[in-house]
């Protein structure tokens, strides 16, 4: 019985900060899913994570278990905000869906999401840059993330853009794309305005050329990312 309980008030807190996680990220991507977004709660790993999904359809999946203090993760004000609040993003990101790629899900179910083909670094950038903005946590407030992105550049080896691009076995390997993309992402906000990100998301949502990149980055901010970078 105490064990359904508990279940249950964790289900109630996740679908709280849910719908916390909509209200505030809502306005800033304006958009807003036509369906529900399903989460799957797990308690039965030791493990700090959480992934999202938006084909077939919305999905969130949550690891109740809280990070170590050696964890990237581990600066955060309460870990399911910070962590729904990034998975969130990603569904309202890879949501965005307009014109051809629109009408093509329209006949064929939910199989095409333009944002869903941006680079990882942008896609998880984005997503810890939103962790961290409407938080009082975040991996850009974490002395771990400063430290390695510091230690980079004091040692002249600061990773380029097509190694944070691809699968890279630098270290941090697998934190390459939320390390550079999520300083990139702030760099992108701080000089051009949180809209810009905005944007990006809304054109390149409607983009049917794959990986035409640099095109809409050139029409939002003027620059390619290359330049940028």
């Known amino acids: 019985k105490s064990v359904r309980h508990d279940e249950a008030a964790m289900a109630q807190k996740v679908a709280r900060i849910a719908e916390r996680c909509h209200r505030v990220l ?93 680079p990882r ?30 230690a980079h550049v004091l040692s002249g080896k600061l990773l380029r853009l097509d190694q944070i691009t691809s699968n890279t076995r630098i270290y941090p390997r697998g934190h390459v794309p939320y390390l550079y993309g999520a300083y990139f992402v702030r760099y992108i906000a701080d000089r051009y305005g949180e809209a810009a990100l905005t944007k990006i998301s809304h054109g390149y949502g409607g983009t049917p050329v794959p990986y035409a990149l640099n095109k809409v980055a050139k029409k939002v901010l003027g620059k390619t990312y290359e330049q940028l970078y």
């Open 121 to 150: 670094w942008f896609i998880e950038g984005l997503a810890v840059h939103q962790e961290t903005k409407q938080t009082s946590g975040g991996r850009l407030r974490t002395s771990l993330f400063d430290m390695t992105l510091r």
């Open 26 to 118: 809502v306005p800033i991507f304006r958009h807003e899913p036509s369906t529900r977004t399903h989460i799957v709660v797990t308690d039965d790993t030791d493990g700090a994570n959480g992934s999202a999904q938006s084909i077939p359809y919305n999905i969130i999946r949550v690891f109740l278990t809280g990070p170590s203090s050696r964890s990237y993760l581990h600066d955060y004000e309460d870990w399911l905000l910070g962590l729904i609040m990034h998975e969130y993003t990603h569904i309202l990101h890879m949501d965005t869906i307009h014109g051809l790629p629109r009408v093509v899900n329209a006949v064929m179910g939910r199989v095409w999401s333009p944002n869903q083909m941006q």
